[in-house]
């Protein structure tokens, strides 16, 4: 499980979110137990700090007891990584169409199983507080997140959501849009650059797609602690290549 240093920097078995250089996360998408244990393969030659899963994009992410079968297999597997888990739903943009109850039993028991070492809670469900705790009381950090699939919010709107996240008592806070031009990027970046002077939580704020691949390279001079990146398939429109990421964040040399 991961130890909470302080109220800017989260670190997760050893990788501290809000501290130096943006931390990436890659994401595991596979459908199938096999396409999980290829993606898992490809991890050790690259420099990614976190892994994801994306319980989702499982085929069978509605059976707990296959998720709970699944996780303990990729806690086995995964080595040094700590593991994000994430259950993604379709009002976010996810595969999971899955009501509040659901969502709350699938989360609840993957926290009780203890094999993961970070939780995704989408702040906008119902009980997302309930769930928050539920999470700390187990040792777990919490990512609040939201996610515009379709659109960029005003910069205030934005702003707003990150410290209702911050209210709910979650660890680190995500926002992620879809910007249509690059006023849009804008917004998210100064958004991003707002939430850093007013909350005490570290970051992870993106555009998606490919007008805001910018958000993921230099998303740290404004405050974003963590940035997606892509081994093959992506899990989100704009995700970049891992090596060539690591490779921009390392010449920008952004973060405290």
Not at 142 to 150: G, L, N, P, R
Request: net charge negative; glycine share 10%.
């Amino acid at each position: 499980m991961a130890e909470i240093a302080d109220r800017t920097v989260v670190e997760v078995r050893g990788v501290a979110i809000g501290q130096g250089i943006p931390k990436i996360i890659v994401s595991l998408t596979g459908a199938s137990p096999d396409e999980l244990e290829t993606q898992l393969a490809t991890l050790a030659d690259h420099p990614v700090d976190l892994v994801e899963w994306r319980v989702d994009r499982f085929a069978r992410h509605e059976s707990v007891a296959a998720v709970l079968g699944m996780l303990r297999r990729i806690d086995e597997l995964l080595g040094r990584h700590p593991l994000l888990f994430t259950v993604r739903t379709a009002s976010e943009g996810g595969d999971a169409a899955l009501d509040d109850d659901a969502y709350a039993a699938l989360i609840g028991a993957a926290l009780d199983s203890g094999d993961l070492d970070i939780i995704d809670v989408e702040y906008r469900r119902s009980g997302a507080a309930q769930l928050i705790a539920s999470a700390h009381e187990r040792g777990a950090p919490v990512i609040a997140s939201s996610h515009d699939f379709a659109t960029t919010p005003p910069t205030e709107e934005l702003v707003a959501r990150g410290l209702a996240m911050q209210d709910l008592g979650a660890d680190i806070l995500k926002l992620a849009v879809m910007p249509h031009s690059t006023a849009d990027v804008l917004t998210l970046l100064d958004a991003t650059r707002q939430l850093r002077e007013r909350s005490i939580r570290p970051l992870i704020t993106m555009a998606m797609g490919p007008l805001g691949a910018v958000t993921r390279i230099a998303g740290g001079v404004f405050g974003s602690a963590a940035t997606f990146g892509r081994l093959g398939a992506e899990s989100a429109p704009g995700q970049l290549p891992v090596d060539g990421l690591r490779a921009a964040l390392e010449l920008l040399g952004t973060g405290d």
